[in-house]
């Protein structure tokens, strides 16, 4: 089973993620997929990005963490500097969409 943390904008505080990330464990997740808080990105704190998923994967342990961009909000630049930072704080992979942004799904070309 998969569970998702920070759902579905990614804004709620690292701690919170941190604990919805034990609990899923607890409750039998193999898998977490969190979504990112993108205004962190946008206000430039890439450490606080990094940080933020940084957090989930420790929480997660030896269990995989998928990142959830909303690529639909993001320019392509951003899209490689979270890729980037996803791959630093240790992420197993990253995926497109929640399928919820109010600026739609992922596009075609990141899909």
Request: aromatic share 4%; hydrophobic share 40%; glycine share 10%.
């Amino acid at each position: 089973p998969i569970a998702v943390v920070g759902f579905p904008s990614g804004e709620v505080p690292t701690e919170v993620k941190v604990s919805e990330t034990h609990q899923a464990i607890a409750d039998g997740a193999r898998e977490i997929d969190m979504v990112l808080k993108r205004s962190l990105l946008f206000s430039g704190d890439e450490a606080g990005v990094e940080l933020d998923i940084a957090e989930v994967v420790k929480a997660a342990g030896k269990t995989p963490v998928k990142v959830i961009l909303e690529t639909a909000e993001l320019t392509n630049d951003q899209k490689r500097t979270c890729c980037s930072i996803a791959r630093r704080a240790g992420a197993s992979f990253v995926k497109t969409s929640t399928g919820f942004s109010a600026a739609g799904g992922a596009p075609a070309a990141d899909v």
